[in-house]
């Protein structure tokens, strides 16, 4: 988070949006690999719907960003 919080110019929300999305997947990793999967698949649901709702409402088209 360090480079959000001194970045010029930088939408943090839309920053700390990609970090919450890439804790989701390590998150869902970590689950399986200690072999709970029931609470992985929660995550990897959290992490679709959450990823889906970021895309629809933090990207913008016209800039491809």
Avoid: C, P, S
């Amino acid at each position: 988070a360090a480079f959000i919080d001194w970045a010029q110019g930088i939408q943090r929300r839309t920053a700390l949006q990609g970090v919450y999305l890439y804790a989701l997947e390590k998150m869902e990793t970590l689950a399986r690999a200690l072999g709970k999967n029931e609470d992985a698949d929660k995550f990897k649901a959290h992490l679709e719907v959450t990823r889906k709702n970021a895309y629809e409402k933090l990207f913008n088209k016209e800039k491809n960003a």
